[in-house]
């Protein structure tokens, strides 16, 4: 109780450093957290009241970690998640934002000793001097990093741009708790949506048939004191579309970020975390045409990217269409996988894909890697997987691929088709690369591993396993 009181006056206290309350005018399977889990999600929302939603506070500040770059001293906060019922239902996590500079000189000061740590990304191979309780180092051209010290709750550095520049004329979202019209925030054609640091965002961004919208910004949103399932930022039939720089919090069942039938969107920076069953992180659907996504860090329960096609009666079959991702890191938990293309597919195409420069720091249940699960009937084809680190220590997953019928899938079955698939500059303590095709009509083929390593050394032929139904899927030097 007194630890509950305690968190409450932290939580006030921070409500009036950072300003006052106000209100804002604002699967065939539905998505998931709507009708078709409904027992699900009533457990669920029960089991939040019990946890996550009960909290005074989901950010404290910390007294784990300092964090000064160029001499600036941050603000360090111990952040409530929410999290996985065998888990305890939440989660600790700190979190520190930054102006990102390349070359600044970065300094951690931890409360108490500790021998090993990791710095993520673990590629950038960036030199760290360890000083007693001091960790020094100077940050490369990237911007999100991830602390692990064994036994402890990690640190997570978010990186952005200065967007102040897009102040001016935009509906601003001051420091402070805003809530929105019946918990969502809808937003408006032709409009700037400006979030302080410091501003909360208390419920769900709705983007839905509307067009030239910026949400940018360094505040968050944040559900976990009043959690409600479903998906939580929504883009939906809309173009032109950036949001950049903010925090997403979602603290019940529901993908964090969600679109479909949207074209012309741009995403960078965004920090997410919310690490339950269902909580995919950046997730794409049918229609979906030239979105990227760039700078992200992905705090994941399920898989880090979900990219679907899961409805084709209420969305059309218009082609997933060239889209990417790259520079992004992902932190998930122990449902899903890293990056998931499928398993529902109900399009008429998904190509031309591409993410690059991806670093999986973190997946606890050792899921896959990259999959294609493919359930349904698109043609998948033309995607590129370049640069994708996995650095899960004893992970036996890389990369899966099948074409069935599964309980995802459509219930008038069709099957489809995966080829044109490229792997390059990729590693995974894993070694497995397994593959299934339906049928002689409907294979999965033509796939190549270029500079892979697996398990600590080059990818060999042998760890691919195939049914007979795959064809040209090849190990390179």
């Given at each position: 109780m007194?630890?509950s ?6 939580y006030?206290?921070?409500l009036v450093l950072?300003g ?22 009533e ?15 989901p ?12 001499n600036d ?9 929410y ?9 600790d ?6 102006n990102?500079?390349?070359g ?11 021998s ?5 990304p673990?590629?950038l191979?960036i ?18 990093y ?7 709750a990690?640190?997570f ?5 200065d ?18 019209v019946?918990?969502?925030f ?5 409009k ?26 360094r505040?968050y ?35 964090q ?21 269902n909580?995919d ?16 860090f992905?705090?994941s ?10 409805n ?8 997933l ?13 122990q ?34 890697s ?12 033309n995607?590129t ?16 691929m ?5 309980s ?19 590693t995974?303590?894993a ?29 060999l ?12 899927i090849?190990?390179?030097?």
């Amino acid at each position: 109780m007194n630890n509950s009181i305690n968190q409450l006056k932290n939580y006030w206290i921070l409500l009036v450093l950072l300003g006052t309350v106000s209100t804002v005018l604002g699967c065939d399977r539905p998505e998931k957290g709507t009708s078709a889990n409904e027992g699900l999600l009533e457990r669920d929302l029960a089991r939040m009241a019990s946890t996550v939603g009960q909290l005074d506070s989901p950010m404290v500040k910390s007294l784990a970690y300092q964090v000064i770059v160029n001499n600036d001293t941050l603000d360090v906060w111990q952040e409530t998640c929410y999290d996985l019922a065998q888990n305890g239902g939440q989660t600790d996590v700190h979190t520190a934002l930054f102006n990102y500079t390349p070359g600044a000189q970065v300094k951690i000061i931890c409360g108490t000793a500790f021998s090993n740590f990791t710095l993520s990304p673990k590629r950038l191979d960036i030199p760290v001097v360890k000083n007693g309780n001091e960790l020094t180092f100077t940050i490369p051209e990237y911007y999100n990093y991830a602390l692990a010290i064994p036994g402890r709750a990690p640190l997570f550095l978010f990186g952005a741009p200065d967007y102040s520049a897009y102040k001016p004329g935009a509906v601003v979202f001051a420091k402070g708790v805003h809530l929105g019209v019946n918990g969502v925030f809808k937003l408006e054609s032709n409009k700037t949506y400006y979030l302080e640091e410091g501003a909360i965002l208390r419920g769900k961004v709705l983007i839905e048939n509307v067009s030239n919208v910026k949400l940018i910004g360094r505040g968050y949103i944040d559900d976990r004191t009043a959690p409600v399932a479903g998906n939580f930022v929504k883009v939906y039939r809309s173009q032109n579309v950036e949001l950049r720089g903010f925090g997403v919090r979602h603290a019940a069942l529901g993908w964090q970020v969600d679109m479909v039938n949207s074209s012309n969107v741009e995403v960078s920076h965004l920090n997410l975390l919310s690490f339950g069953q269902n909580n995919d992180g950046l997730d794409l659907g049918s229609g979906c045409q030239d979105v990227h996504f760039s700078h992200c860090f992905i705090g994941s329960g399920d898989d880090g990217f979900g990219w679907h096609a899961t409805n084709a009666a209420a969305d059309g079959e218009t082609p997933l269409l060239n889209c990417s991702a790259h520079d992004c890191m992902i932190w998930k938990n122990q449902v899903g996988v890293g990056i998931r293309i499928g398993s529902s597919l109900e399009t008429s195409s998904v190509e031309q894909l591409t993410f690059k420069d991806i670093d999986i720091a973190k997946m606890t249940w050792g899921g896959h890697s990259v999959a294609i699960p493919h359930s349904d009937w698109a043609d998948v084809k033309n995607i590129t997987f370049e640069g994708i680190r996995d650095e899960t220590a004893g992970n036996t997953r890389f990369v899966l691929m099948y074409i069935k019928q599964n309980s995802n899938s459509n219930p008038v079955y069709r099957p489809g088709t995966i080829s044109d698939i490229r792997f390059i500059d990729c590693t995974s303590s894993a070694t497995a690369a397994t593959f299934e095709g339906y049928d002689a009509s409907h294979m999965i083929k033509d796939v190549t591993f270029k500079n892979i390593k697996v398990g600590g050394r080059n990818m060999l032929q042998s760890d691919i396993v195939t049914n007979a139904f795959t064809s040209n899927i090849t190990v390179l030097d």
